[in-house]
């Protein structure tokens, strides 16, 4: 235990030591005298840039960006007519209260979140992945696959289908997108994509907290 809690230190300080890829643009310290004692707290703390709309953060082990798009900040069709979604306060330990957005009865899902490109660190392999809840006592209307689905700056889409009836109920569940390997060159913004518009049936009993960017563990 002695040598892995050595590791992580270590790791840690080797973080700490590297500022991050775009790390003064993306957390607007560009002209703050006080940077060095910024980036060692956004390492040491987890979280630099957080308010009810995004996060952002810095993987102690790879030193690589990482990016949480909350409910909020995504474009969620119907979102705004309580009749479809409502709108829930939720608190994490140690975080700003967000609001995660609750489907009441929808036909046609459609969530889409936005991200650019140029703030991943080069050279990485990302997880991308909705965060998700399916509720035990509401949700119904799922016998049709649901589309996950990555547009690229340049057009590429890559996307799967994947059925929600099997799913675990009642707690907060990863549904990945794609795993991404990021290249220097890489700019402008990709669209992230949860979607179900085919079936037709009523569905509900969904519970969107985010999309989460981060490195493979």
Not at 17 to 38: C, L, R
Not at 136 to 161: I, M, Y
Not at 189 to 217: A, D, F, Y
Request: contains cysteine; hydrophobic residues 35%; aromatic residues 8%.
């Amino acid at each position: 235990m002695g040598a892995v809690s050595s590791r992580r230190r270590e790791a840690k300080e080797d973080a700490k030591n590297k500022v991050p890829h775009k790390f003064q643009a993306i957390s607007g310290t560009a002209a703050n005298p006080s940077v060095d004692e910024s980036l060692e707290d956004h390492i040491s703390s987890g979280s630099f840039l957080s308010n009810n709309r995004k996060k952002y953060w810095v993987d102690e082990k790879t030193g690589a960006n990482c990016f949480a798009l909350v409910a909020r900040d995504l474009s969620i069709t119907w979102g705004d007519d309580p009749r479809y979604w409502q709108w829930l306060p939720m608190k994490e330990a140690g975080e700003v209260e967000i609001e995660v957005a609750s489907l009441q009865q929808v036909c046609w899902l459609e969530i889409h979140g936005k991200l650019e490109m140029s703030h991943l660190t080069p050279a990485v392999t990302y997880d991308i992945f909705f965060e998700v809840m399916i509720s035990k006592e509401t949700a119904s209307g799922w016998g049709t696959p649901v589309n996950l689905r990555v547009k690229f700056p340049d057009g590429r889409v890559e996307e799967h289908k994947e059925s929600l009836l099997e799913k675990p109920r009642g707690r907060w569940i990863p549904l990945t997108v794609c795993k991404l390997k990021t290249r220097p060159e890489a700019a402008g913004e990709m669209e992230i994509s949860l979607l179900e518009c085919e079936g037709g049936q009523w569905k509900q009993g969904l519970i969107v907290k985010g999309v989460i960017v981060r490195p493979t563990n």
